[in-house]
């Protein structure tokens, strides 16, 4: 009797054993990957990540804000590689930012155009906007006038040229909206204003 029992112990054991792998071997086959490993390794390129901002849910909160996106946007626009319909969403996402009036100056043809080919008078120079820096927030300066709210702060945007560097300092002048965003009113050299 005592083969018989240690015989079918075995089989049990074996039967187990059996079951064990081919319950791992279908866990390995039909397991669906691991979906955040993959999206860790996909990084999104800086024009995508500068197009993930909504503004209708996400609009900068201070005109300081408001101008280091729009550095953001500049940086893609004139140093980095996209394709025809990112340069469109870039430039209307840039102009979202502006105020009514500055918007109103020309048609959304006529702002793409020139947008373009000052993108292209800046590629053709092979020069690139490797940083900006907006002014901290206690320099912004904010003032009424004319039943508005206005801002004027500085930005300063390093442009590249192969090594070589040279730093322009932009100051912008933005207005509150009816809806309380900061909008850039325009915004124009420092050494311009001082000449």
């Given at each position: 009797m005592k083969g018989k029992g240690g015989l079918i112990k075995g089989i049990i054991v074996g039967v187990v054993l059996i079951g064990l792998v081919g319950g791992y071997y279908y866990y390995l086959t039909n397991r669906t990957p691991?979906?955040?490993?993959?999206?860790?390794?996909?990084?999104?390129?800086?024009?995508?990540?500068?197009?993930?901002?909504?503004?209708?849910?996400?609009?900068?909160?201070?005109?300081?804000e408001v101008v280091k996106y729009f550095g953001q946007l500049s940086q893609c626009l004139i140093g980095e590689t996209y394709t025809?319909?990112?340069?469109?969403?870039?430039?209307?996402?840039?102009?979202?930012?502006?105020?009514?009036?500055?918007?109103?100056?020309?048609?959304?043809q006529q702002y793409l155009e020139d947008l373009k080919w000052d993108i292209n008078?800046?590629?053709?120079?092979?020069?690139?906007?490797?940083?900006?820096?907006?002014?901290?927030?206690?320099?912004?300066?904010?003032?009424?006038?004319?039943?508005?709210?206005?801002?004027k702060l500085y930005c300063n945007f390093s442009l590249r040229k192969g090594t070589y560097i040279e730093t322009n300092e932009e100051v912008f002048l933005l207005r509150r909206d009816e809806d309380g965003h900061w909008k850039i009113y325009g915004w124009q050299p420092v050494e311009q204003i001082e000449n």
């Open positions: 691991d979906k955040s490993r993959e999206e860790k390794d996909v990084k999104a390129t800086a024009v995508q990540e500068a197009l993930m901002r909504d503004l209708d849910k996400n609009y900068p909160p201070t005109p300081r025809d319909g990112e340069f469109e969403e870039l430039a209307l996402q840039a102009q979202r930012l502006y105020d009514a009036e500055l918007v109103a100056n020309k048609t959304q008078n800046f590629k053709d120079q092979e020069i690139v906007i490797s940083s900006y820096t907006p002014a901290s927030s206690v320099d912004v300066e904010e003032f009424s006038r004319d039943g508005y709210k206005w801002a």
